[in-house]
């Protein structure tokens, strides 16, 4: 809750929210159901406060204000320092065929902008969640759950990571109320930056919170893997050259034996004679050595031998040295063939230790991404202009920029304006709910004014920002986030980041 808790007396006056259709009859000092309005002394207010962000760039590792960095800058017309209205505590206008609640005139870099700024309410929205670790969470498809409710389902697996699809609209409202109502917390949660713990249907319990290392079984991920067993053989092979005559890459994906690989033979490498279970896809390149898991690169291996499926005596011979190690280098064991061929456990030779090590150093460290989706394509764009499909065609031609909280938000190609934007660069709990159930998220629509006026927006609801800020003395200023592209910028510009 916001810094306006309501502590008048109930005078028993109750003012109906009409800002989504639940249309709440809040009585004096009590809340809507959301907890975002309130009746104060009989006027429905907003509860949180408006949130603008300030434009700064980032300077020997600190962000400092545009103006001290920019001094060609002349300022005029423009408040100092320049600042964005995002749609954090703007509020919502339903049904939307009225205008968003602050469409905001400025002017930046010489050309007359506006922005259109609203809280969106998304019935189809929801979270795709990366997990960067090659552990097996779950079978693809597998129910996530949340108190037992199913919020999402496991995904394809991405390059050494775990992709997990949350929210939508099926179990949002598809499902029985309380699947709705759980699925809600869980995306209000994740997208504002809280830790949940999804619990995956035959897999694992996974605790995850953006920006953050995931937490798989109650242990923390630190690494994501350099690559897959092949790739790993590419980066390092020429580094285990006359210190090891085999090297094999346990991985759940592509397991890598190093004289077979191409990398191999292109070093000269004698043939090893070791042959690895599995399916074998082209040279030295092995899928399905063991089952998937939690053990050696997201194998259910412990021992690394048990995916040795034979030893040719033909071609192996006694004293042969073998280096098996996982994609992170979290797990490596050193053997040496006895004159029986059998692998005989040895301490690791130091300059194996050393290309060990360095698998582990060109690991990322493993995160939680977590990235907000949602269609503005319905009748939000109503609040925006009399002429909704003009806006979609601005968007897709690069001509309006839309930001989420301020923060860059990829539109999908094709239809609509089907969103994403990673939540770390909102600011702080940008994010509400309302119970339909339905996120409320910030978004922004930012164009020149003259094409804002071509695409039939609401010309007379225009405001200039600094009536609206001093309008709004209660606003919340926060520090743009190093890294987004200044909203005001053209969505073409090249100094922006995508
Ligand atoms: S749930 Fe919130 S936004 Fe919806 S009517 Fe009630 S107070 Fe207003």
């Known amino acids: 809750m916001s810094e306006a808790v309501i502590t008048e007396p109930n005078t028993g006056d109750i003012v109906r929210c009409d800002a989504c259709p639940v249309l709440c009859r809040i009585r004096c000092g009590k809340v809507g159901a959301c907890d975002r309005y309130a009746n104060r002394d009989g006027e429905l207010i907003r509860l949180d406060p408006l949130v603008v962000t300030e434009h700064a760039i980032e300077r020997d590792g600190e962000l400092v204000p545009f103006l001290d960095a ?42 007359d ?7 969106g309410i998304f019935s189809y929205c929801g979270a795709k969640v990366k997990i960067d670790t090659d552990r097996h969470l779950g079978p693809e498809q597998a129910a996530i759950r949340v108190d037992g409710e199913p919020v999402g389902h496991v995904t394809t697996a991405e390059y050494g990571s775990q992709m997990l699809s949350l929210g939508g609209v099926r179990h949002l409202t598809g499902g029985s109320k309380r699947e709705g109502t759980v699925t809600c917390a869980t ?38 893997r350099v690559g897959c067993g092949s790739a790993t053989i590419g980066i390092f092979a020429k580094q285990w050259i006359g210190h090891a005559d085999e090297v094999i890459v346990v991985d759940d994906h592509i397991t890598g034996v190093l004289s077979e690989h191409q990398a191999g033979r ?15 896809s082209t040279p030295g390149r092995y899928f399905q050595v063991a089952e998937p898991g939690s053990g050696w690169g997201g194998t259910d291996v412990t021992d690394p031998l048990a995916i040795i499926d034979r030893i040719d005596s033909r071609t192996a011979w006694p004293g ?15 053997f040496e063939l006895d004159g029986d061929l059998r692998p005989v456990p040895m301490p690791m030779p130091a300059p194996l230790q050393v290309v060990v090590d360095r698998i582990a150093e060109n690991c990322e460290p493993a995160l939680c991404t977590v990235l907000f989706m949602g269609g503005a394509g319905g009748s939000l764009r109503a609040g925006v202009t009399e002429n909704p499909v ?43 709910y309302v119970p339909t159930p339905a996120l409320v998220a910030p978004i922004e629509f930012t164009l020149p004014r ?22 709004h003395p209660e606003l919340r200023r926060e520090p743009g986030r190093p890294g987004n592209p200044w909203p005001y910028d053209p969505p073409g510009d090249p100094k922006r980041r995508p």
């Open 70 to 111: 920019a001094a060609d800058w002349d300022g005029k017309l423009v408040a100092e320092p320049p600042v964005f209205v995002t749609g954090i505590g703007s509020g919502t206008t339903y049904p939307d065929y009225k205008p968003a609640p602050f469409i905001v005139a400025t002017e930046w870099q010489g050309v």
């Open 113 to 119: 902008t506006v922005t259109v700024v609203t809280e």
């Open 187 to 224: 995306l209000l949660a994740l997208c504002n930056g809280e830790a949940v713990d999804l619990t995956i249907d035959g897999g694992s319990t996974v605790t995850v919170q953006a920006g953050k290392a995931p937490v798989v079984d109650g242990e923390r991920e630190e690494r994501m």
């Open 266 to 280: 292109f070093l000269d490498m004698r043939p090893a004679g070791i042959r690895v279970r599995g399916r074998k």
């Open 320 to 334: 042969e040295r073998v280096l098996m190690v996982s994609t992170t280098g979290e797990d490596s064991a050193y």
């Open 390 to 432: 003009r806006l979609t065609r601005s968007v897709q031609d690069m001509i309006t920029r839309v930001t989420c909280g301020g923060a860059p938000a990829y539109v999908w190609p094709g239809g609509g304006i089907t969103l994403m934007a990673d939540v770390t660069r909102l600011p702080a709990n940008a994010f509400g």
């Open 450 to 471: 003259a094409a804002y006026e071509q695409l039939g927006g609401h010309m007379a609801s225009i405001r200039d920002l600094n009536a609206v800020l001093a309008q």
